[in-house]
């Protein structure tokens, strides 16, 4: 069975500084990864996807990058986080670009 | 503007009775629409999904119903429960980044 993990669970962090968010994906080879965002109250938006190891292509522009420094880890980073990047952020899999499931997220607070 | 689009922010259904969940999209080169199942603080599951090739698919309790020519689906959940009770997403897409998702449908089943 695939499970998918995200970490930290929760950060809180100071405008400025730096950040780094994690996704693992086990029990599948060579899946489809995505990151997610959903602003308080707002509509769950893509925001990054790879189809395959060290390939990262941006969907939305948010001062944030991606990674894919192995086949089943996804990094999202940024050297300096703005008020504006608060909120629910979710790692997702897919392994035909169809059916996309997401791992349990990790909730920013930005101060 | 919004690719995706539920235009009920939320519904309340008795019971035992059926919930009919909609959306509608913009783009007509979407071909995958998806249902999914959110509770507040949770990552979405995927419910029920379809492909553009199929105007209907049935799982249990629930049906997707896909109009094509007017660009609208709708989720149908029979014999509603007190536990179906969540935010409801809906989501449609077509390619890696083409993935949007609805603002939801908070669904409360009355006992």
């Known amino acids: 069975a695939q499970t998918i993990h995200q970490w930290p669970v929760a950060e809180i962090k100071a405008v400025g500084s730096p950040l780094s968010l994690g996704c693992t994906i086990k029990?599948?080879?060579?899946?489809?990864l995505y990151w997610y965002w959903q602003a308080t109250g707002g509509t769950l938006q893509q925001l990054f996807y790879?189809?395959?190891?060290?390939?990262v292509e941006s969907v939305v522009q948010l001062n944030l990058s991606a990674s894919r420094p192995k086949d089943d880890q996804f990094i999202l980073s940024t050297e300096k986080l703005l008020l504006s990047h608060s909120g629910f952020y979710l790692c997702?899999?897919?392994?035909?670009?169809?059916?996309?499931?997401f791992g349990p997220g990790t909730r920013l607070t930005v101060l | 503007g919004q690719q995706v689009k539920q235009s009920s922010p939320s519904l309340t259904v008795q019971e035992g009775g059926i919930s009919i969940l909609n959306c509608d999209y913009e783009?007509?080169?979407?071909?995958?629409f998806a249902w999914y199942k959110k509770y507040p603080d949770n990552s979405p599951t995927l419910l029920i999904s379809v492909r553009s090739n199929v105007d209907k698919r049935e799982d249990g309790r629930l049906t997707v119903f896909l109009n094509k020519s007017g660009k609208h689906f709708s989720l149908h959940i029979t014999a509603s429960q007190p536990e179906d009770t969540a935010v409801y997403l809906c989501a449609a897409g077509g390619g890696y980044q083409n993935f949007y998702f609805g603002k939801g449908t908070s669904l409360t089943v009355i006992p």
């Open positions: 029990g599948k080879s060579s899946p489809n």
């Open positions: 783009n007509d080169m979407f071909d995958y």
């Open positions: 790879s189809i395959t190891v060290g390939q």
């Open positions: 997702a899999w897919s392994w035909d670009n169809y059916e996309q499931y």
